[in-house]
């Protein structure tokens, strides 16, 4: 029997490392694509198409979301940037689950589109942690990290808004967890019951 894969936006504050998480998911299990976003910007050395962006010119970046083929999207710095639906959707179809690694905003979008995403925030152990990673990537300013901190307090009070809060004190186990609810949330009976009653003939 066929199942259908689900989808999820997976959130948090920066520094927390779900990038590095969704990264993990999608290089373990084949079952699991990260989502590619498309963006008007040019590539940067050693970026393909396809892989690590859809690169668009403006124009056909405004005709995607005239024509409704973007999840969500957004600019910034006078760029645009989102998340293209139809390669989700392919995904979903061939029983692949499909990661969205996208800022709260964005994931609000995507579940305004599609009702049945699974939304999962990412929290650090403590802000302590947090500090410590921020610290530990050597490339912010004292600044910098203050204004990171300071906005990562605002971003938690977010999570009330999602169905499932995964700590990420071990970045395997907080992608096993992520994955846990993944594999759950398609054989729920929403998920489940046409193709049931399809190869069942009922």
Do not use: W
């Amino acid at each position: 029997m066929k199942i259908k894969g689900v989808m999820a936006v997976v959130s948090g504050p920066s520094g927390v490392g779900k990038g590095t998480i969704c990264t993990c998911l999608a290089e373990k299990y084949d079952d699991f694509f990260l989502s590619i976003s498309a963006t008007s910007r040019s590539p940067r050395p050693n970026e393909i198409d396809g892989v690590h962006y859809y690169f668009k010119t403006q124009q056909e970046f405004d005709e995607m979301i005239e024509n409704d083929q973007l999840l969500e999207y957004a600019r910034y710095v006078g760029k645009s940037y989102g998340t293209p639906k139809k390669p989700c959707m392919e995904h979903i179809e061939k029983g692949e689950n499909v990661i969205l690694e996208i800022e709260v905003q964005g994931g609000t979008k995507v579940k305004e589109k599609e009702p049945n995403t699974i939304m999962i925030f990412v929290v650090p152990p403590s802000l302590e942690e947090l500090e410590s990673r921020l610290r530990g990537r050597g490339t912010e300013t004292e600044e910098a990290i203050k204004q990171r901190l300071s906005r990562a307090k605002e971003e938690l009070k977010l999570m009330k808004n999602y169905d499932y809060i995964v700590v990420n004190d071990s970045v395997e186990e907080a992608a096993e967890r992520i994955r846990s609810i993944m594999i759950a949330e398609s054989f729920k009976t929403e998920n489940m019951i046409n193709t049931v009653k399809e190869e069942l003939e009922l």
